[in-house]
């Protein structure tokens, strides 16, 4: 027997129910998506939520550390910054005042 063409992905309603709300509970996801015609089990409602927040916790990991790939580059601007205050003295003090 040949599969259905028109197979709702369950996974992608949810992804779409959660798009539009991005706060709704488990309830409020399985009902909407009962709406559009796919029936969703509370487990698999939380499932695919933690794997879209694992995706965004794996995005801003990444972009944390190819912002600080070159230290090199960051070790340059400090010594930059601190001969804009006038020596390392003076940051250190302007980083203890703003530590306070």
């Known amino acids: 027997m040949p599969k259905a063409e028109n197979k709702l992905n369950k ?4 992804r779409e129910v959660l798009a ?4 709704a509970d488990y309830k409020t996801v399985i009902a909407r998506a009962a709406e559009k015609g796919a029936k969703v089990s509370q487990t ?3 499932y695919v939520r933690s794997k879209l927040g694992q995706a965004a916790r794996r995005a801003k990991r ?7 790939r ?4 960051l070790v340059s ?3 930059q910054l601190a001969h ?3 020596g390392i ?3 250190k003090q302007l980083v203890d005042l703003l530590a306070e």
């Open 62 to 68: 990444d972009q944390a550390a190819a912002t600080s």
């Open 84 to 86: 804009e205050v006038g």
């Open 44 to 46: 698999m409602v939380y």
């Open 11 to 14: 996974s992608q309603v949810i």
């Open 20 to 23: 539009a709300d991005p706060k």
């Open 89 to 91: 003295k003076n940051l």
């Open 70 to 73: 070159n230290p090199v580059e």
């Open 77 to 79: 601007r400090v010594k």
